[in-house]
């Protein structure tokens, strides 16, 4: 194991989103923004394409709790069940009300807040929140947590992945930062930022520079950009001086058309994040976003994304049981294919897996001219 001395230990886990007050001259982390231990258990370059691939131990900082065993368990068994009963099909949201159609679905969705957040916030934004704030009382749309869905929300395999996900996007804006320019302000855009929880977590992530990040979030969702301003906020930042919103459809306004690409600038972004978008797009797409985002960066600037790997466990349970909708799991070969397709440099590109095997993250580096 190779453990990254840039990274520190945990700090005690929270239960609130208010910022506790801070001793006078310290900085007191909230549970988001500590500094998690990131292990590289394997680092191996391809010979052939020069692709990096790694796999990490990330620590999701809630190892220890008392159900995830239970938990893990109860949902493999499902999965297994699902996978010997093809025909049972994914429960849907018609008119209102949640139709569930066989007994996964009926397990996972027992509680009266896991069915309220199937039904009012899946996919949006506000679906995540729970996930990537283990600790709140409430989901967005007003619903208090039950001990079942804190669990889950805590520790199911797909949480774990959304929340170590975010930690490899932290790694690689710290990486970036120690080896950046210090002479101007970075600029970061998150692409479908939704309520951009792992951006932002990555900027409290990033110490040492002199100028903070400005951040531009993108997204067509108006209700996700204004839960990012709330996340905004609660981070103390200021709209506009720190954080710009841009209501846009990245279909129409990056894919199709480059209106984004001459709004935002060209060549002028150091970190390019897309996280949460890119599993929902066809690979025509995927290599049309690759290629458009790519051209956002500034010679040294990383674009960040990430999508399902098909060979997950727990994928029928995902797909069936939970019922994400639309997503596209891939192989990693997949997304290497995707990556030459696009034309972007195989050799600077990496590919992170965590341990729990949810999410593949690519970064690729833009060369130096």
Known sequence: MVVDPSLGELVPQQTSLRRPVSPPGQRLLLPHQRRGRVELSVDVVDRVDGVRHRRL?????????????????????????LRAHPEWE????????????????EFFYASPTMREWRVRLVPGAGALLPVQRPGISHLPSG?????????????????????????????????????????????????ASGAAVPVLDAMSSVEGLS???????????PDALALAERMVAEQGLARGEDVDLLQRDLVRDLLVRSTLLGEVGAGSVDLVEALGIFEYFRD??????????????????????????????????????????????????????????????????TISIPQDGVYAVVDVVKPAS
Do not use: K
Request: proline share 6%; with cysteine.
């Open 57 to 81: 131990v990330v620590d999701d900082a809630h190892t220890s709790s008392p159900t995830r065993t239970t938990l893990q368990a109860e949902f493999a068994a499902h999965d297994a069940l």
């Open 90 to 105: 994914a429960p849907v949201v018609r008119d209102g009300q949640l139709v569930l159609s066989n007994p996964a679905s």
């Open 143 to 191: 619903a208090a947590l039950d001990d079942t869905s804190v669990a889950i929300y805590r520790d199911a395999l797909d949480s774990i992945g959304v929340r170590t996900r975010a930690v490899v996007l932290q790694e690689v804006a710290r990486r970036d930062a120690s080896r950046g320019r210090h002479d101007a302000r970075p600029r970061w855009v998150s692409l």
């Open 211 to 221: 100028l903070r990040p400005h951040l531009t979030l993108v997204d067509i969702d």
């Open 284 to 349: 025509p797409s995927c290599v049309r976003l690759l290629r458009e985002a790519f051209r956002l960066l500034r010679p040294g600037g990383s674009l960040v994304v990430a999508n399902m790997l098909s060979d997950r466990r727990e994928l029928h349970f995902n797909q069936r049981a939970i019922g994400w909708p639309l997503l596209v799991p891939r192989s990693v070969q997949e997304l290497v294919d995707l990556v030459r397709r696009a034309g972007l440099p195989l050799d600077r590109t």
